[in-house]
């Protein structure tokens, strides 16, 4: 099930990114990116619709993934921003 990110507190919805960005082990070379700019590119993918929260209920988790990965029956869903 996707969850429109408005619907998350603001520190959960931190919590979930930064969790994602810790988690995800992307080699970006050999500059090293921090923290806040990681967080900052998964924002933009969010506030751009690329980038959706996934949850799953029957293990009681949520995921970060981009929305062309999701099957068509759950891509298809409207989670944009409004206005």
């Known amino acids: 099930m ?11 919805l931190r919590g979930v990114i930064e969790a ?6 992307t080699d970006y070379g050999e500059e090293e990116v921090t923290l806040e700019t990681k967080v900052a590119q998964v924002k ?13 209920e029957e293990d ?3 995921a970060i ?3 062309a990965w999701l099957p068509e029956s759950l891509g298809q869903i409207d989670d944009s921003p409004g206005e």
């Open 2 to 12: 996707i969850i429109p990110y408005k619907l998350l507190k603001a520190d959960t």
């Open 65 to 67: 993934v981009l929305k």
């Open 60 to 62: 009681q988790s949520c």
């Open 20 to 25: 994602f960005v810790v988690q995800e082990g």
């Open 44 to 56: 933009r993918q969010r506030d751009e619709g690329s980038a959706v929260i996934v949850c799953d």
